[in-house]
């Protein structure tokens, strides 16, 4: 059982590429999440979704996007890479009704 | 509206008693949580409680609620230098699609 798997791990971006993070949880969660973590600023919720089909936004959701196409699989889109964008990203899951939230080990992007 | 609020640095003397504070203002919150971050790692969960708690005590972990001041705590007994460590409150949102928002984040130190 992997539970929460986000790729790549590390990534350095130049201003203005457009990159894919990927997160897959096998736990058939409902509930998932893209977080942020600036230093010293804790986590900021990009992107959460309750279901295949379904998104909504988070507290900070400008310069990204998201799509829910299956159950396993939530991928968080940068379009248009910016030095502001620079942080450690977490994708999390949570079953229906259940009270943790699994968490993947976290993509480090650096933009330059 | 939404916000955790932490104090960010806490300093203990190994096998003293840690007491990491916590406020939360959205009152529709339905689980509170305490997840502690290692270097480099991802987010794991240490101990909830039900909002319709007042305390929960799970080994040297002690969880005390005040609902209606929104103030929450962790107290680790016997603090060890294992302990060291990020500690984030976190509450979840009922409703909607069960948003979890995180405070920044408390950073502990514990010294010999």
């Known amino acids: 059982n992997a539970g929460v798997t986000q790729t790549p791990k590390f990534r350095i971006l130049k201003i203005g590429q457009s990159m894919t993070l990927q997160c897959a949880q096998d736990?058939?969660?409902?509930?998932m999440y893209w977080y942020r973590q600036d230093p010293g600023m804790g986590l900021k919720l990009i992107y959460y979704s309750v279901g295949a089909g379904i998104t909504d936004k988070g507290e900070v959701p400008n310069g990204y996007n998201v799509s829910r196409s299956t159950t396993e699989d939530f991928p968080l889109r940068l379009e248009l890479a910016a030095p502001s964008q620079t942080s450690v990203y977490f994708c999390a899951s949570r079953g229906f009704g259940n009270t943790e939230a699994f968490f993947g080990q976290g993509t480090r992007l650096t933009v330059v | 509206g939404e916000d955790v609020e932490q104090s960010l640095f806490l300093s203990v003397r190994e096998g003293d008693s840690s007491v990491i504070n916590c406020t939360y203002t959205d009152s529709s919150s339905t689980y509170l949580y305490w997840y502690k971050q290692e270097p480099g790692a991802g987010l794991q969960l240490l101990t909830y409680?039900?909002?319709?708690?007042d305390m929960k005590q799970d080994q040297r972990l002690t969880v005390l609620l005040n609902k209606k001041d929104k103030h929450l705590s962790l107290r680790i007994a016997d603090t060890q230098t294992g302990d060291s460590a990020i500690y984030f409150c976190?509450?979840?949102?009922?409703?909607?699609?069960?948003?979890?928002?995180f405070g920044a984040g408390t950073r502990l130190a514990v010294h010999p």
């Open positions: 736990m058939n969660h409902n509930y």
């Open positions: 409680i039900f909002s319709n708690m």
């Open positions: 976190a509450e979840s949102i009922s409703g909607g699609y069960n948003k979890l928002i």
